[in-house]
């Protein structure tokens, strides 16, 4: 559990420490509920879940953060992306990152043509990453992501 504990205040302090208006964007109590991270390899956790918060920030309830307006949100998750593609380079896995800013295309791609398959693109993402989860975790990864995104 504390390595959860260290992933979301690395998340957190990482985008304080990089603008005051990061800082001020952070829940007091955020919340603290891994998403796709759960299904793959640990080595990319705290990059997968800080692209999955800059994405809660464009499409759904984010877990940290909660800025005062849609523009700061945009922004936030916008960094989010960018900075969790850092965290994955920093792992010399460069199909890594080719595959997330690949998951990040084809999901903005979804979201504007309003069609489904979010999470399983996510899903399949992990998987390409290595992650070679059990249906069990999978159902409930896709349970939490449809609870945020809608």
Same mark, same amino acid.
């Given at each position: 559990?504390?390595?959860?504990? =260290? *992933?979301?205040?690395?998340?957190?302090?990482?985008?304080? =420490?990089? %603008?005051? *208006?990061?800082? /001020?964007?952070?829940?007091?109590?955020? /919340?603290?509920?891994?998403?796709?991270?759960? *299904?793959?390899?640990?080595?990319?956790?705290?990059?997968?879940?800080?692209? @999955?918060?800059?994405?809660?920030?464009? @499409?759904?309830?984010?877990?940290l953060?909660s800025?005062? =307006?849609?523009?700061?949100?945009?922004?936030?998750? +916008? @960094?989010? @992306?960018?900075?969790?593609l850092?965290?994955?380079?920093?792992?010399? +896995?460069? =199909?890594?990152?080719?595959?997330?800013?690949?998951?990040?295309?084809?999901?903005?791609?979804?979201?504007?043509?309003?069609?489904?398959?979010?999470?399983?693109?996510?899903?399949?993402?992990?998987?390409r990453?290595?992650? +070679?989860?059990?249906?069990?975790?999978?159902?409930?990864? *896709? %349970?939490?992501?449809? +609870?945020?995104?809608?």
């Open positions: 559990m504390a390595v959860a504990v =260290d *992933l979301w205040e690395t998340i957190a302090q990482e985008a304080a =420490d990089e %603008s005051q *208006l990061w800082a /001020e964007a952070l829940k007091p109590e955020p /919340e603290r509920e891994p998403v796709f991270s759960r *299904l793959g390899e640990e080595r990319y956790a705290v990059g997968l879940e800080t692209i @999955y918060e800059g994405y809660l920030l464009h @499409y759904g309830l984010p877990r953060f800025p005062v =307006d849609e523009d700061t949100a945009l922004l936030l998750g +916008d @960094y989010l @992306y960018a900075h969790g850092v965290r994955i380079a920093a792992t010399g +896995d460069l =199909d890594a990152v080719a595959a997330l800013a690949e998951l990040i295309s084809a999901c903005a791609a979804l979201r504007a043509e309003g069609e489904p398959g979010d999470g399983d693109a996510w899903v399949g993402c992990v998987r990453l290595g992650g +070679d989860p059990d249906a069990a975790t999978v159902a409930r990864s *896709l %349970s939490a992501h449809a +609870d945020r995104v809608g």
